[in-house]
């Protein structure tokens, strides 16, 4: 089943209903997540030097940071595709396509 991850901070959900809600509210987790924040392990998350290079060059090293630690921090489920939705204002928020494996 593929479905679209909003990468947005929001509340956490210790019960998630199905296997679905957890690997997106994991995948959100990750998106989230900045690299070197995480006591436990420093490496959890995502690299965020790029977002002071100019915008397409961000996007893609974005892009590339994403699949790289949702493969690695959730394997059940598969990157099908990236998106970036702006505002008026500038303000860039990204959208993940998974394909969430329920065996």
């Known amino acids: 089943m593929e ?56 996007m893609a090293a974005l892009q590339a940071e994403l699949i790289q630690a949702i493969r690695k921090y959730e394997p059940r489920c598969k990157v099908r595709k990236i998106s970036f939705e702006g505002d008026i204002n500038g303000k860039l928020a990204v959208k993940v396509r998974i394909a969430v494996n329920e065996e």
């Open 3 to 58: 479905i679209d991850v909003l990468a947005t901070k929001t509340e956490f959900n210790f019960a998630p209903k199905n296997l679905i809600e957890e690997v997106a509210q994991n995948v959100r987790i990750i998106c989230t997540t900045e690299k070197y924040s995480v006591p436990m392990d420093r490496l959890f998350g995502v690299d965020t030097a790029m977002l002071d290079r100019p915008t397409p060059k961000a």
